[in-house]
């Protein structure tokens, strides 16, 4: 599904906003355990105790998930009070929840007016559940399988809205407190909107969130980061999280690659591989997933599934094969069936896994490659005359 901070961006429906509309108060759900001593300090902790304060406020925030001060029973009602009028505990708006036939949900979420992006939990993967995240609103890759390709970058995502994807998973399927027993979400992977190396400063901090023990604690091991390939961001992506690695790889040439991951262009493969073979701590229990969307007639031969292994020599590694899930206007198919597990055959008996992925929530346009928010990025002159107009408007309807 491989397919930050332009607040103002906007879709022309948006509510409109101008500098006399009171601003919501910033909330703490999302901030690091250092933002949440700072502002301990700032509501007058004595600076001896912030970082006592900031633990308390941590697991109330990460492992309670509450939404209300009034339930942080081991702080003073004074200090809430105060820590209440500056700051609030909210999440971002959730503005659509779809649900699959085969129990897939999917979640359109605005983060600011007018910039939305998708989040999507896919039941039954891994230990329990996966949830994929969005790092970017929209993307700049342009990958032509890729329905998100086909809308341009509105903005990278901050570390909190990053974060807050997941705590809104986990209060839709009633996941809190933090459990190590039935938890429905165990997994958490990198393949929503974006190219989460072109945010990895974000990612990396909302990874840090994620899976620290005393909050949501969802371990770096269960944690996939995907890209597409940019290439001098891959080692760094490994020493600052150490999560695992997916490529979006789907092809085994360049000619063909340049023209599906048109990033390949300025990355080819011979620079890809070499990054993925320094990447820290690879090895048999550490491998590389790499993503191959399997398209008709374009990259599903049994020769291109040799070249695959040949290819992958020497790197520990796993094939996800994805059936193409189709969107308005593609350009291309889904390969047969028979196809696909024919050139499973070829890949698994060179000694990789090679698991056929079940297309989940096509029809709610959830699964891999599918995600499209409406959200444009909009000029700055053009949200200027969207604020006049609207000072105009609210001008004429007092008089």
């Known amino acids: 599904m491989n397919h930050a901070l332009n607040i ?45 304060r900031a633990e308390q406020l941590w697991r109330w925030i990460y492992h309670y998930g509450v939404t209300s001060f009034d339930e942080m029973t081991n702080i003073s009602k004074d200090l809430r009070a105060v820590i209440a009028d500056k700051y609030a505990l909210h999440r971002p708006k959730l503005i659509d929840r779809q649900v699959s ?7 359109l979420i605005e983060l600011a007016p007018g910039v ?40 990278n995502l901050t570390a909190a809205e990053i974060v807050a994807q997941v ?31 072109y945010n990895l400063d974000h990612v990396a901090t909302s990874i840090d969130i994620i899976s620290d023990g005393e909050g949501i604690a ?24 150490g999560t695992m690695l997916a490529i979006s790889l789907h092809a085994t040439n360049d000619g063909l690659r340049d023209e599906l991951v048109p990033l390949n262009k300025k990355y080819p493969l011979v620079e890809l591989m070499n990054a993925i073979r320094a990447y ?24 291109e599934a040799k070249a695959l292994v040949k290819l992958l020599k020497g790197i520990p590694a796993k094939i996800n094969l994805i059936p193409f899930n189709p969107w308005p206007n593609s350009p291309y198919e889904c390969s047969d069936w028979d196809q696909i597990e024919a050139f499973a055959d070829v890949v698994n008996k060179a000694g990789y896994a090679s698991p056929i992925r079940t297309p989940r929530g096509r029809d709610i346009f959830a699964a891999c490659g599918q995600l499209r928010s409406e959200s444009q990025k909009v000029k ?7 604020r006049l107009a609207a000072g105009e408007g609210a001008a004429n309807a007092a008089s």
């Open 8 to 52: 103002d961006a906007r879709n022309a429906n948006a509510s409109r906003i101008d500098e006399t509309t009171p601003r919501p108060l910033p909330t703490l759900a999302g901030m690091t355990r250092e933002e949440l001593r700072e502002v301990a300090i700032a509501c007058g902790v004595d600076e001896k105790k912030a970082k006592m």
């Open 101 to 107: 036939v085969d129990g897939t949900r999917k979640y």
């Open 116 to 155: 939305e992006c998708e989040t999507v939990f896919i039941p039954d993967v891994a230990r329990s559940g996966a949830l994929c995240v969005s790092s970017q609103v929209g993307c700049t890759l342009n990958c032509t399988f890729c329905h998100t390709g086909t809308q341009a970058l509105v903005r």
């Open 167 to 197: 705590m809104i998973a986990r209060d839709d399927l009633e996941e809190w407190p933090t459990s190590n027993e039935n938890r429905k979400i165990t997994n958490i992977v990198f393949m929503g909107m974006g190219e989460p190396l």
């Open 218 to 241: 969802i371990s770096r091991r269960r944690t996939t980061v995907s890209t597409s390939g940019v290439v001098p961001k891959i080692k760094e992506l490994g020493e600052l999280t």
């Open 280 to 303: 820290p701590g690879l090895g048999n229990s550490k491998r590389v997933t790499f993503e191959y969307v399997m398209l008709k007639g374009v990259n599903d031969s049994l020769a």
């Open 380 to 386: 700055a002159s053009v949200l200027r005359k969207q």
